[in-house]
């Protein structure tokens, strides 16, 4: 296992820990800044309102995300790894 693939593993495996949303929303405050937080909160966003089928001009005045993060984001619900598409579904529920 490479080093990179080390710390991501071990990023994935700290945050399979967190017990609740408020252990969950504490991590996040350490690990990230104000800026990658709130980009990660709108990429999800974005996908959730794709996948309901809104087009790019409402999920832009909606979420105030550029283009190219929506574009972004439905060129991995289409073509990624699927992890949008295992999370979303949890999400409905």
Do not use: H
């Not at 017990?19 to 709108?42: G, N």
């Not at 089928?53 to 990624?80: E, F, K, M, P, W």
């Amino acid at each position: 296992m490479q080093p990179d693939d080390q710390s991501r593993a071990l990023l994935y495996r700290a945050i399979l820990t967190l017990k609740d949303e408020k252990e969950c929303d504490a991590f996040f405050q350490d690990l990230c800044t104000v800026s990658e937080l709130r980009a990660m909160a709108q990429r999800l966003e974005v996908a959730q309102l794709l996948d309901e089928g809104l087009i790019y001009n409402d999920i832009l005045q909606r979420t105030g995300a550029s283009s190219a993060t929506i574009s972004r984001v439905n060129r991995a619900l289409q073509y990624g790894a699927d992890g949008y598409k295992a999370v979303l579904p949890r999400l409905k529920k």
